[in-house]
């Protein structure tokens, strides 16, 4: 009996040594686990601080690169403006130097035809027509001198519509001895010596 008891006995302590160990067993267990769900949470936080990194960089280079090209839109813009302008101010300036010469050029005839008359002709060479009888001269000797500015007419004749055809001298409209033509004389006896006026206003003194 004494046996039986001493065999329960050690069973006993073989059954605690067991539980002791199963249970540091778990414990270990447990505490790995543990670690390992602790160094994979650390690993997935590197991760997302990595991804979110990644993502903010990725957002300052796409900020940075419209900015860029909104630069270079800004800078075409400009480019462009300025060649516009450029060209509008060249063509302005081009109108006014058309207009101005335009202007100029009509002075000259408004100038002319008020000296002359719009019915004045110059005649390069003499005409005769067939036909018809030669215009009556009353060339007669100069009795006078020309008024100052007033243009002379020389060895001139007066035509059947009351004009004079002539040599002019003191025009600055027309050469030097050019054979002139003038409109009908509105004013002014057609003698020698005398001023007369035709009808478009110009002034000559008959030599």
């Known amino acids: 009996e004494e046996e039986d008891d001493s065999a ?3 069973s006993d302590k073989f059954s ?3 539980a002791r160990n199963d249970s540091d067993d778990d414990a270990e267990t447990n505490q790995n686990s543990s670690a390992a769900a602790a160094k994979e949470e650390r690993a997935q936080q590197r991760i997302q601080k990595q991804e979110e990194f990644a993502a903010k960089r990725k957002a300052q280079n796409e900020m940075a690169a419209q900015a860029r090209a909104d630069a270079a839109e800004k800078r075409q813009a400009e480019t462009a403006a300025a060649a516009k302008g450029k060209a509008a101010n060249a063509q302005a300036n081009k109108n006014n130097e058309s207009s101005s010469n335009a202007g100029g050029g009509k002075q000259k005839k408004n100038r002319l035809a008020m000296m002359m008359g719009k019915k004045e002709k110059v005649e390069t060479e003499p005409k005769q027509q067939r036909g018809k009888k030669k215009a009556t001269k009353t060339q007669q000797p100069a009795k006078a001198k020309a008024p100052a500015g007033v243009p002379e007419l020389t060895r001139w004749k007066k035509n059947k519509d009351d004009s004079i055809t002539g040599f002019i001298t003191g025009s600055s409209d027309f050469s030097i001895g050019e054979k002139v033509t003038t409109s009908p004389i ?4 057609i003698e020698s010596g005398n001023v007369i006026r035709t009808e478009s206003g110009s002034k000559y003194f008959l030599n």
């Open 8 to 10: 329960d006995s050690v």
């Open 16 to 18: 605690s040594l067991f």
């Open 186 to 189: 509105a004013k002014g006896k």
